[in-house]
């Protein structure tokens, strides 16, 4: 599973600075570094959709220094792994005591909690207690203004 | 009573922060945060901080409801003291959304934060689209040409951009940057 590393290698021959807004980026024409720079970030989202992290990690720090990516869209991605990547037992002690706060997700990090929504695998907590523990994640995030 | 002067109330902000973090409180930044809500129930900055904060900081002694009581309070006097400002609905329909069981609530409350900063979004593009068009230079022609577009994009139905947009192209046509007659 190293393809991606083949791929970036064909893409590193074209450098640019890859500044433009991810979504607009898709409504324009595909052309030159443009086109990379969409081929790059698509494999991105590829590999996160997979939960293959430590790829994407790798993939955007390659990508982000030959100028594939722009430094801002990286910092950005690598964040939202960083979120998912967060334990629940890892939240500030306040948002811990949350009325109903499902403890026994504690040891499950974002994407795990995402997942079992997604597999409609409700063995250790119900699809409520999955929801509640995914939203007190992004809510620290979000106050401490990671994301 | 005598008013606290804004400069004032920003300073005792940063003082309160200066004894704390940005992201767990010190009992003093509390303390130092709830004497300004007390004395300035409408400095709707130093609400929002303060009811960001008690959601990172775990005070002992106090318990969970006594700490999401006050933070809506001071959530809800935010939203009432900016005139149902965006930034204060947004935090208050997270709160809703997170802590409360009202999905309702929160649904409606981030609508309508969004509808708020539509609409300061739309008075603002046409304020730059105007002010670019009456600094007429080519320059900002094309700026105003260019953020005309988006805009148009964004709010086709308003009166307020549809006017700008125009007076911009008429402008930009006059100095040659577009064609008079678009057929």
């Given at each position: ?36 720079c969409?081929t790059v970030a698509?494999r ?19 990508s982000?220094?030959?100028?594939l ?79 | ?183």
């Amino acid at each position: 599973m190293r393809n991606w590393r083949a791929l970036l290698g064909g893409l590193a021959l074209v450098v640019g600075a890859c500044g433009h807004v991810p979504g607009v980026e898709r409504d324009s024409p595909g052309n030159g570094v443009h086109a990379d720079c969409n081929t790059v970030a698509a494999r991105i989202q590829a590999l996160m959709a997979q939960w293959q992290f430590a790829e994407a990690e790798a993939l955007i720090a390659e990508s982000s220094a030959v100028g594939l990516l722009s430094r801002p869209h990286a910092t950005h991605l690598l964040a939202r792994i960083a979120q998912l990547n967060t334990k629940l037992g890892e939240i500030p002690a306040r948002l811990q005591r949350a009325k109903n706060f499902p403890s026994q997700l504690k040891e499950h990090t974002l994407y795990q909690i995402e997942k079992m929504m997604d597999d409609g695998d409700f063995s250790l907590a119900t699809k409520v207690q999955l929801k509640e523990a995914a939203k007190l994640i992004k809510e620290q995030t979000r106050l401490m203004g990671k994301l | 009573m005598t008013h606290l002067r804004l400069d004032e109330m920003i300073a005792r902000m940063r003082v309160a922060r200066e004894a704390g973090s940005a992201h767990e409180a010190s009992p003093e930044q509390l303390q130092r945060l709830r004497e300004l809500a007390r004395d300035c129930p409408a400095f709707t900055p130093n609400l929002l901080e303060l009811a960001r904060l008690l959601r990172l900081t775990d005070e002992p002694g106090v318990d969970m409801e006594q700490a999401l009581a006050e933070i809506e309070r001071l959530l809800e006097q935010a939203v009432q003291a900016s005139g149902r400002s965006a930034p204060a609905l947004l935090e208050l329909a997270h709160f809703t959304d997170v802590f409360r069981d009202s999905p309702g609530l929160a649904e409606a409350l981030f609508e309508e934060s969004a509808a708020s900063a539509l609409r300061a979004l739309e008075n603002s593009w046409a304020g730059l689209i105007d002010f670019w068009t009456l600094e007429r230079t080519n320059d900002t022609l094309e700026k105003a040409l260019k953020l005309g577009e988006l805009a148009e994009r964004v709010f086709p139905e308003s009166p307020r951009i549809l006017h700008v947009v125009e007076d911009a192209r008429e402008k930009a046509a006059r100095a040659g940057l577009l064609p008079r007659n678009e057929d």
